[in-house]
């Protein structure tokens, strides 16, 4: 058995101690607070995803609408959010329609609630949406590194109280749009995605909120760049991670932090039809929700509009459907 003690100087992860040969690190269990376990996929795992519809989302009033975060309700509702605020959004499907209307949920996350739990005025920059089985939702917050609950049955939104001292180190002092990018529950745990500079997922206890590990997990075909989770998802007991630079999503299994699949949607992100015009080579992927049948996507386009339709600057909701499981070598 060879041991390779090896430094992540890109991700801020320090030394992480490989056992045997490449790929082994996969089999790494739950980290700690400050020392993330570090779970690359297996090539064997990887998949590709295909598009099988495709809906321009009709912005509130007309206005720049960056989508920045998805659920899926066990009623089959589609909840968005942008990052402009806490405001979020039914999308209404409509069969064989090449565009889907938005609609105000009420009575969420409104100013009055907002002040009430202690959430002072300016902008939220809201970049994840998840919801529990008692029906509240989960907003997490990026600049002030806020996670929000709504119970929209009783009209009352709560700050949770986390103490981030375990995890300090890996959020940025300098760029406040470097952190949470991603939330989901499940099986009693809050995960969020802290996204970048140093790439990582924070697990926590929800009914006690005290953070209980972190991990970072990979994809196999890294490809160059650094790691950038831009979501989460939780279903059927599994934790999907949306990763927007590579272009993928990778299935988790949240007991052993084995990643069960790789998932790769760049053939849609590039098509002619739907590529965006960009600034940075980052992708434009950042709300994912899951469900039986589909993989959902979201692109936070930044107002920038498609190459082949300078005049449309609509964000996309993309429906993938789940392709049959491989079994692994």
């Known amino acids: 058995m060879v041991s390779l003690l090896l430094r992540l100087g890109t991700h801020g992860l320090g030394w992480v101690l490989l056992a045997g040969c490449a790929g082994l690190d996969r089999q790494a269990g739950p980290g700690s607070p400050a020392h993330p376990a570090l779970v690359t996929a297996d090539p064997a795992a990887r998949q590709t ?54 609609e105000l949920v009420p009575n969420c996350f409104t100013p009055a609630q907002l002040a009430a739990a202690g959430v002072g005025g300016g902008r939220l920059d809201c970049e994840g949406l998840a919801t529990d089985p008692e029906g509240r939702l989960y907003l997490c917050e990026e600049s002030r590194r806020l996670v929000l609950r709504c119970d929209p049955a009783r009209g009352v939104v709560e700050r949770l109280p986390i103490d981030w001292a375990p995890v300090a180190r890996f959020f940025s002092k300098t760029d406040d749009n470097a952190s949470f990018e991603g939330i989901a529950v499940g099986d009693g745990r809050l995960y969020l995605a802290n996204e970048r500079s140093q790439a990582v997922i924070l697990r926590l206890d929800l009914a006690t909120l005290r953070i209980e590990d972190s991990f970072v997990v990979r994809p196999a075909h890294f490809g160059l760049g650094p790691l950038h989770y831009s979501d989460l998802s939780w279903y059927d007991g599994a934790l999907f991670v949306l990763l927007r630079h590579q272009r993928a999503i990778l299935e988790v299994d949240p007991a052993t932090l084995h990643v069960r699949a790789e998932y790769s949607y760049a053939a849609i992100e590039n098509a002619p039809e739907w590529v965006y015009q960009r600034r940075y080579p980052t992708g434009v992927m950042e709300g994912l929700a899951v469900d039986a049948d589909a993989f959902w996507l979201v692109t936070d386009n930044n107002g920038e509009p498609r190459q082949n339709h300078p005049g449309d600057r609509r964000p996309l909701l993309i429906r993938c459907p789940r392709p049959p499981e491989t079994p692994l070598r």
Do not use: E, K
Not at 77 to 87: E, F
Not at 89 to 95: H, N
């Open 49 to 102: 995803l295909r598009a099988d519809r495709v809906w321009l989302l009709d912005p509130p009033g007309g206005r720049r609408f960056d989508a920045s975060g998805l659920v899926r309700l066990p009623t089959g509702d589609l909840l968005v959010i942008s990052d402009r605020g806490p405001q979020v959004y039914r999308v209404r499907l409509t069969p064989d329609a090449a565009s889907a209307g938005l």
